[in-house]
């Protein structure tokens, strides 16, 4: 069975203090894995996708990074405005959909103070 | 760019009572998806659909219906409504391609159940 745990569940920074997010996953067969940001009582809002290890990708403050059992997203010099649900996906291969669903972390919850 | 448009933005119903929450996919996609989000939780997959087919069914109850439309369009249809329905509900639509498929989500639909 797909799944997966992201860790911490949540994490304070001060402004400026880099760090990074944790997504341990186990998926039959990795069609991809997505980061998105998650701001309280909104759509999740789609970041990052990477397909395989070794891949990374950027964005602004933020960097994602892939291996094989897991994914990190750094986030660097982090601002107030960062402040958010990060939450990261699986789709798999697995069973007879080839629509790829997500499988769902439980999210870090990441507070910037100024 | 066009986005996933959901409605009604938030509804609320009695026990026992029926909803129905529509979804507008991103133009040119063919996959929709349901997910459900309760307070502090990850989103959990109900049901998707490609090409107006239903593809593949998550932990969605007996009571829930959904279908695609000719216009792509979605609705979910819920009966015999539960306090325990009470969440957001999201609806995402992709573009399915040769790897992954990049889902985008909605902005969800608020359901309080009283």
């Known amino acids: 069975e797909d799944q997966v745990t992201q860790s911490p569940e949540a994490l304070r920074l001060q402004e400026g203090e880099s760090s990074s997010l944790n997504c341990s996953y186990t998926v039959s067969g990795l069609r991809g894995l997505f980061w998105y940001r998650q701001d309280p009582g909104k759509g999740p809002e789609f970041l990052f996708t990477?397909?395989?290890a070794g891949e990374e990708k950027e964005k602004e403050r933020l960097k994602a990074t892939l291996t094989k059992k897991e994914s990190f997203l750094h986030i660097t010099a982090p601002k107030p405005e960062d402040s958010a649900t990060y939450l990261c996906?699986?789709?798999?291969?697995?069973?007879?959909?080839?629509?790829?669903?997500?499988?769902f972390g439980q999210g870090t919850t990441l507070q910037v103070k100024p | 760019a066009a986005g996933v448009i959901q409605s009604p933005r938030h509804l609320i119903k009695e026990k026992r009572e029926t909803a129905t929450l529509k979804c507008y996919p991103i133009p040119r996609h063919d996959t929709v998806y349901w997910y459900q989000q309760g307070p502090g939780q990850d989103p959990q997959f109900l049901i998707s659909f490609y090409e107006k087919m239903q593809s593949d069914k998550g932990s969605i109850p007996d009571r829930f219906s959904a279908q695609q439309f000719s216009d792509y369009h979605s609705e979910l249809n819920m009966s015999s409504l539960e306090l325990g329905d009470s969440a957001l509900y999201f609806c995402a639509s992709s573009l399915q391609g040769m790897g992954g498929n990049t889902i985008y989500f909605g902005e969800g639909s608020w359901l309080t159940v009283v």
């Open positions: 990477l397909y395989s």
């Open positions: 996906a699986v789709q798999g291969r697995g069973g007879s959909s080839n629509t790829g669903k997500l499988i």
